[in-house]
């Protein structure tokens, strides 16, 4: 028995294409997992595919609408009662979609939550694992490929379809994966989601800024992309995680503990304060290397000629060991058009004199890698000089690799 699946809780959303029978077999195959599953169907599917048929497979209640009709809802406003209008996306461990209409990725790619599944979607936490199934030509669809794209892009992931005869008598690619790949996908993804369950996590991102005076900073280019989706993605799969980052790095998604601060003084402050007990701290912050040694307190008037004279910060870096010998020590080295040679050897001398356990390297000087950028190619460098190379790709799936090393 596969003891990923135990128990845990699979919501299938099954949308109206005609892949939708097979998601019959598919339960079976993980009820003999002994996963629990739940089911919503649209609409439309109920068209294609009985409801009672789904409840037998499941052993549990389909459900259908975002509305019960048994239900008063002024009343329940009136008394302020809760509503349990969407419960199936808190209990998920996974949402599965399968098979995927056309319709639902452009929903979901598009906000629009106007059903149960769609607001479900919306609501859940859980991993989201999407299986489209249609005609060629819909798959080919720009808008739906567009559509696809902008998904993997933020965290939802695709089990994408095959090639074959298609039910509309087409040959192309289009048809539901085949169901042992999924079932194989799921089990990959709840192992994921649960590997760094009850670990205390800290990270750190997004540029520092040093006071000039009241109004002007010096700061740098970081856009806090790498940082907070490590922070997510570590969140996402069970850590207890808590993220300190540059008052202009993005938002995260999800209810993580979420520090802003400005400089670097403060920055360590909060690090220092958060590092008790921790298990790992990754250190994605572009901390500034200097700050002003006097800052003014007036705003300095623009004719006025600036000699600005700038000493060192704290190398907060190689303070954490020291404050946390058990820690596991994460950080990262930006250089700016180097060969690979300079870059590993440059990242190494920060491991060593960090006593770090893991390095990670980037070029921020190459076209798509580094600050303010949607993707980003590293190399990791551990304590033995081995170092892994990640290609370019987007920063959410090089922050899902780096917490795969870290564990
Ligand atoms: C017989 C039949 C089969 C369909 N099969 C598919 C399909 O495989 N994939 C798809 O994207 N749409 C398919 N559609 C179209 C969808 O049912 C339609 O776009 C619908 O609005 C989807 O609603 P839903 O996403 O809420 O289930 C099919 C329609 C019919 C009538």
């Given amino acids: 028995m596969n003891p990923a699946l135990k128990e845990r809780n699979i919501v299938i959303g099954v949308t109206g294409g005609i892949a939708c029978y097979k998601v019959l077999d598919l339960i ?9 599953v739940y089911v919503i169907m649209t609409h439309s599917s109920q068209k294609l595919v009985d409801k009672k048929d789904f409840e037998k497979a499941s052993g549990n209640k389909v459900q259908t609408d975002l509305f019960d009709p048994k239900v008063n809802y002024k009343d329940y406003i009136k008394k302020n009662k809760q509503i349990k209008h969407i419960s199936l996306a808190d209990i998920a461990d996974l949402f599965l979609i399968c098979p995927a209409t056309a319709n639902i990725i452009g929903k979901i790619a598009n906000g629009i ?47 994408e379809p095959e090639y074959g005869i298609l039910a509309c008598g087409y040959k192309g690619v289009g048809r539901l994966a085949n169901l042992d790949k999924i079932v194989g996908r799921i089990k990959a ?28 900073v010096i700061t740098n280019k970081s856009s806090g992309k790498m940082g907070v989706y490590i922070a997510e993605e570590a969140f996402l799969r069970g850590g207890d995680v808590t993220l300190i980052r540059g008052a202009n790095a993005i938002e995260p998604q999800y209810f993580l503990k979420d520090i802003k601060i400005d400089n670097v003084k403060d920055l360590y402050s909060e690090i220092k304060k958060n590092l008790k007990d921790r298990d790992i701290i990754i250190h994605a912050a572009a901390v500034s290397d200097f700050t002003v040694n006097k800052k003014s307190k007036r705003k300095l008037k623009s004719f006025e000629t600036l000699n600005l004279e700038l000493g060192p ?7 954490i ?17 180097v060969t690979t040679k ?21 070029d921020v000087g190459k076209k798509g890698r580094g600050f303010d950028t949607d993707t980003n190619e590293v190399f990791i460098v551990n304590k033995k000089k081995k170092t892994k190379h990640l290609n370019l790709a987007d920063k959410r799936v090089i922050a899902n690799k780096i917490l795969d090393m870290i564990k």
Avoid: H
Avoid at 149 to 156: G, Q, S
Avoid at 207 to 215: C, G, L, N
Avoid at 313 to 319: A, D, N, Y
Avoid at 345 to 362: E, H, M, P, T
């Fill in 321 to 337: 060991k020291k404050l946390n010998k058990n820690i596991f020590l994460v950080g990262f080295k930006a250089e700016y058009r």
């Fill in 189 to 216: 993804t709840i192992d994921r989601r649960s590997n760094l369950a009850g670990k205390k996590i800290l990270v750190t991102a997004g540029a520092t800024s040093e006071e000039i005076d009241p109004v002007r």
């Fill in 313 to 319: 910060t704290t190398k907060i870096f190689e303070k």
């Fill in 342 to 362: 300079e870059l590993v050897d440059r990242a190494y001398g920060l491991l060593k004199s960090a006593d770090a356990d893991l390095v990670i390297a980037n």
């Fill in 113 to 159: 939550a106007d059903d149960l599944l769609s607001t479900s979607i919306m609501a859940t936490n859980a991993s989201v694992l999407i299986c489209p199934a249609m005609n060629v030509k819909m798959w080919k669809n720009t808008i739906l490929q567009n559509n696809v794209e902008k998904l993997k892009k933020l965290r939802y992931e695709f089990i």
């Fill in 28 to 36: 079976k195959k993980l009820r003999k997992l002994k996963a629990n």
